[in-house]
């Protein structure tokens, strides 16, 4: 009878999720962002993409190298690692920043911690927050898209003239909005269909809603996130943008117009899911993603900045770990008595 009882590790129930297999659907699902940025911002952002993959890949196989550890580029966690980085930044941004930030993200984001599955922070996060130190107004400056016109730019950013490279995007103008006290629906009236189609300024994976939320539709669809995170960053961002914009609708920009801009939807479905960073219960990924949500809006209504998402998963990322031992697990057989 003995001998018919197999001894093993937990777990003994497995599921055909390999890491590889998440991070290519992560890729695929990136695919219509990146199509949507190499069609507004063409040439310059194919190479910011591919300069961000190559140097991020580069990196960790040097990492490897050094640290005497098995190729673990494989798992396409570090091509993943590059392109959401290479989405979170301005098209205009010098190819030797991308290059210092990728390596920033694999080497002290995520290699100094013990490589996949065991970094505290998401990599790209950490990239972005080095190069926003660092170099403040090469990331803030903004290329206006390829296809708009001399006579659209006057229209929508009066204060350019008609050959202008720049252009402010739609958080910024709402931050103007609050600090000057503008009417802040003019800018989201006028701007809010080009959030949805990404014809506005702004980082290369941002600015199209359409391809974000097919992106984000996909892995849903596929298992490979839940719908937790997503949706509880997005009800919490909506409820507080809402609450502002009650309380003075003449400084606010509407609710929707936050949810379209910047860089929410690409937080909420790309980066806050990562699940090395993430909660493991159900109830904490609600908490998690509910402080995302709220932290993000507080910068952009209350701080200095116009957006908050990086801060904001970078600060719950620290969080994590005092959530899950709040929030624990219920074993399999249920609590013991």
Same mark, same amino acid.
């Given at each position: 009878?003995?001998?018919?009882i197999?001894?093993?590790?937990?777990?003994?129930?497995?599921?055909?999720?390999?890491t590889?297999?998440?991070m290519?659907d992560?890729?695929?699902?990136?695919?219509?962002?990146?199509?949507?940025?190499?069609?507004?911002?063409?040439?310059r952002?194919?190479?910011?993409?591919?300069t961000?993959?190559?140097?991020s890949v580069?990196?960790?196989?040097?990492c490897?190298l050094i640290r005497?550890?098995?190729?673990s580029?494989?798992?396409?966690?570090?091509?993943v690692? &590059?392109?959401?980085l290479a989405?979170?930044?301005?098209p205009g941004l010098? =190819?030797? @920043? #991308?290059?210092?930030?990728?390596?920033? +993200?694999?080497?002290?984001?995520?290699?100094?911690f013990?490589?996949?599955?065991?970094?505290?922070?998401?990599?790209?996060?950490?990239?972005?927050?080095?190069l926003?130190?660092?170099?403040?107004v090469?990331?803030?400056t903004?290329a206006v898209p390829?296809?708009?016109?001399?006579?659209?730019?006057?229209r929508?950013a009066p204060e350019n003239?008609?050959?202008?490279?720049?252009q402010a995007t739609p958080?910024?103008w709402?931050?103007?909005?609050?600090?000057?006290?503008?009417?802040a629906?003019?800018?989201?009236?006028?701007?809010f269909a080009?959030?949805?189609t990404?014809?506005?300024?702004g980082?290369?994976?941002e600015?199209?809603?359409?391809?974000?939320?097919?992106?984000?539709l996909?892995?849903?669809?596929r298992?490979t996130? &839940?719908v937790h995170?997503?949706l509880?960053?997005?009800?919490?961002a909506? =409820?507080f @943008? #809402?609450?502002?914009?009650?309380?003075? +609708?003449y400084?606010?920009v509407?609710p929707?117009?936050?949810?379209?801009?910047?860089g929410l939807l690409l937080?909420?479905?790309?980066?806050a899911?990562d699940?090395?960073?993430?909660?493991?219960t159900?109830r904490?990924?609600?908490?998690?993603?509910?402080g995302?949500?709220?932290?993000?809006?507080?910068?952009?209504?209350?701080?200095?900045?116009p957006?908050?998402?990086?801060y904001?998963?970078?600060?719950m990322n620290a969080?994590?770990?005092?959530i899950?031992?709040f929030?624990?697990?219920i074993p399999?057989?249920?609590k013991?008595?």
């Amino acid at each position: 009878m003995l001998s018919k009882i197999t001894i093993s590790c937990a777990p003994h129930i497995g599921k055909g999720l390999s890491t590889r297999r998440v991070m290519a659907d992560v890729i695929i699902a990136l695919a219509p962002a990146m199509a949507a940025a190499g069609y507004y911002f063409r040439i310059r952002a194919a190479i910011l993409i591919c300069t961000c993959v190559v140097a991020s890949v580069a990196t960790e196989w040097l990492c490897n190298l050094i640290r005497r550890k098995p190729n673990s580029l494989g798992d396409f966690s570090a091509v993943v690692t &590059g392109i959401i980085l290479a989405l979170s930044l301005p098209p205009g941004l010098p =190819v030797w @920043a #991308a290059v210092i930030g990728s390596c920033f +993200s694999i080497a002290v984001g995520k290699m100094v911690f013990g490589g996949l599955g065991a970094n505290i922070f998401n990599p790209a996060m950490v990239g972005r927050a080095f190069l926003t130190a660092s170099f403040g107004v090469l990331m803030t400056t903004w290329a206006v898209p390829a296809t708009i016109s001399g006579v659209k730019m006057s229209r929508i950013a009066p204060e350019n003239t008609v050959d202008a490279r720049t252009q402010a995007t739609p958080l910024a103008w709402s931050k103007l909005a609050i600090k000057q006290k503008y009417g802040a629906n003019r800018y989201s009236e006028e701007n809010f269909a080009a959030t949805i189609t990404g014809e506005v300024g702004g980082c290369l994976g941002e600015t199209c809603v359409i391809a974000l939320l097919v992106g984000g539709l996909y892995l849903l669809i596929r298992g490979t996130i &839940g719908v937790h995170i997503p949706l509880a960053v997005l009800l919490s961002a909506f =409820v507080f @943008a #809402a609450i502002a914009y009650l309380g003075n +609708s003449y400084r606010y920009v509407q609710p929707v117009f936050h949810l379209t801009s910047g860089g929410l939807l690409l937080g909420a479905f790309f980066i806050a899911t990562d699940p090395v960073t993430a909660p493991l219960t159900i109830r904490g990924k609600w908490i998690y993603g509910i402080g995302i949500g709220t932290v993000t809006m507080l910068i952009r209504i209350f701080g200095e900045y116009p957006e908050g998402v990086m801060y904001a998963v970078l600060l719950m990322n620290a969080v994590t770990p005092l959530i899950d031992r709040f929030c624990k697990p219920i074993p399999a057989g249920g609590k013991p008595r």
